[in-house]
């Protein structure tokens, strides 16, 4: 399949974890690498369409107060996860230590960035409880992030 993750085989990982989705080098050198940053368990558990949005914005918005070459922080439609685009020269380990903060960032946060009708397309559907809650049990399980499979 052309989609990386659709070669997967969800039923062998164990969430949390982070994984290198893919990489690819642009006609010009530049590198992109792609994470797959998994909360919870595919097809068991799901995390709510509040708590995916509420999270998308603070790890967009508090991301890139620790890495000036995030590129995007896209959820995944089936709400396990998020996709982290990096551009540069970046070991995993670098990348984990930015997540963390980010994550530390959004367990105190006081609200969810850009939660509004002006700067949002559905701002009724966010919970900034659900984000941290989220955020504070992928932290405590911070140990098993490298890996994948059970």
């Keep these: 399949m052309n989609v990386e993750s659709f ?7 164990a969430a949390p974890f982070v994984r290198v989705a893919d990489t690819k ?13 998994r909360f919870c368990q595919p097809n ?4 709510p369409m509040p708590t ?10 508090h991301m890139r107060n620790h890495s000036g070459d995030v590129i ?11 996709y982290v685009l990096m551009q540069g020269e970046h070991t995993y ?6 997540l963390e903060a980010t994550l530390v960032d959004v367990s105190t946060a006081t609200e969810v960035p850009a939660a509004n009708e002006v ?3 559905w701002a009724a559907s966010h919970t900034l409880e659900g984000a941290q809650a989220a ?7 911070r140990a098993q992030w490298s890996q994948v499979t059970a």
């Design 7 to 13: 070669n997967l085989d969800h039923r062998t990982v």
């Design 25 to 37: 080098t642009l006609p010009h050198g530049d590198l992109l690498t792609k994470y797959d940053v």
């Design 44 to 47: 068991t558990d799901r995390l």
């Design 52 to 61: 995916v949005h509420s999270l998308e914005h603070m790890m967009a918005e």
């Design 72 to 82: 995007d922080v896209s959820p995944m439609g089936c709400q396990t996860g998020f």
């Design 93 to 98: 380990e670098e990348f984990l230590a930015v």
């Design 119 to 121: 700067q949002c397309g």
């Design 135 to 141: 955020a504070i049990a992928f932290l405590a399980d």
